[in-house]
């Protein structure tokens, strides 16, 4: 059985379904890790949510900022960005069932293997975060999503960027923003863990003051395994601890998989190239 890992799906299910034929993917015998962003700025992100749900034994997914936008558009609480695709996805007639679904994903999971377990997280960790605080972290979150009449009242008070820095003293909504915004939107931060926003930039282009999550000296997860999407000016990272996946399937780039065959020594990256759903700017 191998384990493939793959980066921002945005829409793209034809893309999907093509590295799932290079793989020779088969659902009695594999498992699929989805990092984030299964939906919007790609043209068909009603087939990618149906087919998540259909097969929901062999596809595991984490939610990604643009997951946590369609769910605020279909509460009516957020309003259609420029690039936005997803009016397929909201007039559909199993939209119901396939929100339910969706907002039963987590920010953060696991990928069990012989050696050590993989991390999945969208963006990034907060320098603070060990591995299993932000699992902790995380799962407080996910009870909110879980429960509609909780996850209601939260998608009205989810956006916003401050505060912009952790403390295991936050409370309430200023708690859930900040673990929502780092798993699913950090990509810089200063060296004591402020996050910026408006900063998308490759890593070797920081802004003054700021630098890629994962280079923070001293990162309480900086000796764990961690895959992420999120970044697509970063490209492709396949370091020891950290994997970013995020290849720009949607801007004409390509869609990447992990493949794992029972340990992250065997670890093999497999690309599809993409064509462009839209242009970068």
């Known amino acids: 059985m191998a384990k493939y890992v793959v980066g921002d799906v945005q829409g793209c299910n034809s893309a999907l379904q093509r590295l799932l034929d290079k793989v020779d993917f088969s659902p ?26 259909s097969n929901q034994s062999s596809i595991s997914v984490i939610l990604g900022n643009h997951d946590l936008h369609l769910l605020a558009r279909y509460y009516g609480v957020r309003k259609a960005g420029k690039r936005d695709t997803m009016e397929e996805v909201l007039e559909a007639p199993d939209v119901h069932k396939l929100m339910a679904w969706l907002r039963q994903q987590p920010l953060v999971r696991q990928v069990p293997l012989a050696d050590e377990a993989l991390l999945l997280v969208h963006a990034g960790l907060l320098p603070q975060w060990s591995v299993t605080q932000a699992l902790a972290l995380a799962a407080e979150v996910h009870a909110v999503l879980a429960d509609e009449h909780a996850c209601l009242a939260f998608m009205r008070e989810m956006y ?122």
Request: charged share 20%; glycine share 10%.
């Open 28 to 53: 009695s015998r594999d498992h699929l890790y989805l990092v984030g962003d299964l939906v919007n700025r790609g043209p068909e992100s009603l087939a990618v949510l149906r087919r998540c749900v």
């Open 160 to 281: 916003g960027n401050l505060p912009d820095v952790w403390s295991d003293s936050l409370q309430g909504m200023d708690r859930l923003r900040v673990i929502v915004n780092a798993c699913t939107r950090l990509r810089f931060c200063t060296v004591e863990g402020r996050m910026d926003f408006d900063s998308s930039e490759s890593a070797d282009q920081a802004p003054e003051g700021l630098m890629p999550w994962f280079d923070v000296p001293g990162r309480s997860s900086g000796h764990e395994a961690i895959a992420f999407g999120h970044w697509s000016t970063l490209g492709l990272q396949n370091s020891r601890y950290l994997i970013a996946l995020d290849t720009g399937c949607v801007w004409g780039g390509c869609l990447s998989a992990l493949r794992l065959d029972g340990t992250l020594a065997s670890r093999e990256i497999i690309q599809v190239k993409c064509e462009a759903a839209q242009t970068p700017g």
